[in-house]
C-alpha cells in the first residue's frame, strides 16, 4: 500500500453536521478541531520578526542555540536531565513527523506498527504508507513478535489517556524485547488536569524513571502548537536515542525539510518563557470548567480527559447520533468513530473556541438558550 492508496480524508463526513449546526439563530460552536484560536505570544513574535533577515540555508539538524534550548527545556519542564544535543532534533511540524517516521526508519511489508487503540489517525496512516502492518494494542504484553516500531500517546487524543512512569517503564521493556523503537507522542503533556496529575507533571518516556538509565530506542515527539499558540509555524522537535536521531537526521540532509531558521528562533523564545505557556493552560482551564459540567448536565459521561486538550464524552449510544444531536444545538464535535473501532459510542470535544463560544455552547447544553 502507498500514499494512493489512503482513504478519503475522514473530516469530510463531519461536512453534513456542519451545515446543519451552522442553522441555529446564535450561530455555529465550533469544538470539532483542536486548532488554536489564542494569540501568539508576542515574546514569540518579536523573536519571530528579528529573524527575517534568513538569506542562508538553515542547517538540516537545527541551530545549536535551538537544540540548546529543547536539551534545557526538557531538563526543566519534562524531568529529563543530562541530554545532549545530539539527541535532539527540531522538526516541521509533529504530524508530519508521526506520518513519515515509518518511512524514515526503513520499515515496510513484514513489519509491525503498534498504535493505541484509540488514537490520532496518523499513527495508522504512517505504517499503511509503507506497507507495514498496523495494530491497535494498548497492552505491552499483547505486542507481537516482528513489531519495529510502537507509538504511544500520553496524554491521548482522543481522550486523555495520561501513562504513569511504572506503565511507561513496563512498555519500554517490552519495547526492548522486541527489539522495537518505542515513540511517545507527548505535546499534551504541559496540560495535566486531574488526580495526581493535577499537582505533579506528566511523565515522560525519557524520565530516568521509565529509560533503565539509558534512552536506546527511546523517542519522545513534542509540539510547541498548543502550549504556545504555534499550529502555523509547524514548530515540533524530537528527542531521546542518539543512533536515531542520526538515522532521521541523515534522512533529513537527503531530503530536506528543514526547518526555516526564523522560526528555529521563535522556538527558541517559546522554549524559554514559561509564563506564556502558564497564561495559555489558564485559558483552556476556563473552558475545561465551563464545558465538563454542562456536559454533564446534559447527560453525558465524560471518560478519560484527566489531561490534554480534549473533553471525550458518551453517552451510551451512537456516536453520530450524538453529533446530531449537538449539531441540532448548534455545536460541532468530532465523531469517535474517527478515533478507532473502540470509539463507536464517543465524541471528542476541544477547548480551543474562544471563550464567548464555549460560553454559548454551555449554555445550549443546559437549555437556557
Excluded at 470539532?32 to 538569506?55: C, N, W
Excluded at 521493556?173 to 503533556?189: N, P
Excluded at 497564561?279 to 454533564?296: G, W
Excluded at 463560544?357 to 445550549?364: I, K, N, P, S
Aim: glycine share 8%; with cysteine.
Amino acid at each position: 500500500m502507498g500514499v494512493r492508496d489512503l482513504s478519503d480524508y475522514p473530516w469530510d463526513a463531519v461536512v453534513p453536521f456542519r451545515e446543519r449546526a451552522a442553522q441555529h439563530p446564535q450561530g455555529l460552536v465550533d469544538l470539532s478541531i483542536g486548532s488554536p484560536v489564542d494569540p501568539t505570544p508576542e515574546v514569540i513574535r518579536r523573536a519571530l520578526s528579528a529573524a527575517t533577515d534568513a538569506h542562508s540555508y538553515p542547517q538540516n539538524v537545527g541551530t545549536p542555540a535551538l537544540r540548546e534550548a529543547i536539551v534545557d527545556w526538557y531538563a526543566r519542564r519534562r524531568g529529563v536531565p543530562e541530554l545532549r544535543v545530539d539527541e535532539v532534533l527540531p522538526t516541521i511540524g509533529s504530524k508530519e513527523l508521526v506520518a513519515l517516521l515509518p518511512t524514515l526508519l526503513g520499515l515496510g511489508a513484514g513489519d509491525t506498527v503498534v498504535f493505541p487503540r484509540v488514537a490520532y489517525p496518523t499513527y495508522e496512516v504512517g505504517a499503511r504508507i509503507v506497507g507495514a502492518a498496523p495494530l491497535a494494542e494498548d497492552d505491552p504484553d499483547a505486542w507481537p513478535e516482528g513489531t519495529k516500531l510502537i507509538w504511544i500517546n500520553t496524554p491521548g487524543n482522543p481522550d486523555g489517556r495520561t501513562w504513569t512512569a511504572e506503565e511507561l517503564a513496563h512498555a519500554v521493556r517490552r519495547a526492548r524485547e522486541l527489539g522495537a523503537v518505542l515513540a511517545s507522542d507527548e505535546c499534551y503533556a504541559e496540560l495535566g488536569w486531574d488526580g495526581q496529575w493535577a499537582h505533579e507533571p506528566v511523565p515522560s518516556v525519557l524520565d530516568p524513571r521509565v529509560t533503565g538509565g539509558s534512552r536506546a530506542g527511546l523517542l519522545s515527539v513534542y509540539s510547541l502548537s498548543k502550549q504556545s499558540n504555534l499550529a502555523g509555524y509547524r514548530a515540533a522537535f524530537v528527542a531521546g536515542c542518539a543512533e536515531t536521531i542520526a538515522v532521521l537526521l541523515t534522512a533529513r540532509k537527503h531530503l530536506g525539510m528543514m526547518m526555516p531558521l526564523p522560526v528555529q528562533e521563535a522556538m527558541i523564545a517559546a522554549l524559554g518563557d514559561d509564563e506564556h505557556v502558564a497564561h495559555q493552560k489558564e485559558l483552556y482551564r476556563i473552558r475545561r470548567d465551563l464545558l465538563r459540567p454542562a456536559l454533564a448536565a446534559a447527560g453525558f459521561r465524560i471518560d478519560g480527559s484527566e489531561a490534554g486538550l480534549y473533553l471525550w464524552a458518551t453517552e451510551g449510544r451512537d456516536a453520530w447520533e450524538s453529533m446530531a444531536r449537538l449539531a441540532d444545538l448548534g455545536i460541532l464535535a468530532g465523531p469517535g468513530p474517527f478515533y478507532g473501532p473502540d470509539a463507536s459510542q464517543h465524541i471528542r470535544l476541544s477547548l480551543t473556541a474562544p471563550l464567548e463560544r464555549v460560553e454559548q455552547a454551555a449554555r445550549r447544553l443546559l437549555g437556557e438558550s
